[in-house]
Nanobody, 121 residues
Framework: QVQLVESGGGLVQAGGSLRLSCAASGSIFSINTMGWYRQAPGKQRELVVTVTSGGTTNYADSVKGRFTISRDNTKNTIYLQMNSLNPEDTAVYYC???????????????WGQGTQVTVSS
């Protein structure tokens, strides 16, 4: 089984910064993608950014230039540095891990419990 533990959420004023962390533990295959999604009240969950085990990133347009993802493969941990935050970034942020044993094999998906980010105007 895989567990994801998120940390770093909180309350910040507009223009401020926060750093989220997500540590994965358990049976994690080497072929994997980790990332962040977010869900604001009354809205669907949406992609923020993902990063593959090889380092390829995929950012949502709304966060490009403001958010930066990084990962430490030795610790199975990812970090999300969020700068220039605005009230529209307020949401619950969820960590996700998708991994597979081989490129032709099934993909397994795991989610963290979520961490609240609130940006005040």
């Amino acid at each position: 089984q895989v567990q994801l533990v998120e940390s770093g959420g909180g309350l910040v004023q507009a223009g401020g910064s926060l750093r989220l962390s997500c540590a994965a533990s358990g049976s994690i295959f080497s072929i994997n993608t980790m990332g962040w999604y977010r869900q604001a009240p009354g809205k669907q969950r949406e992609l923020v950014v993902t990063v593959t085990s090889g380092g390829t990133t995929n950012y949502a347009d709304s966060v490009k230039g403001r958010f930066t993802i990084s990962r430490d493969n030795t610790k199975n941990t990812i970090y999300l540095q969020m700068n220039s935050l605005n009230p529209e970034d307020t949401a619950v942020y969820y960590c996700v891990l998708r991994s597979r044993r081989s490129f032709s094999g099934p993909q397994y998906e795991y989610w963290g419990q979520g961490t609240q980010v609130t940006v005040s105007s």
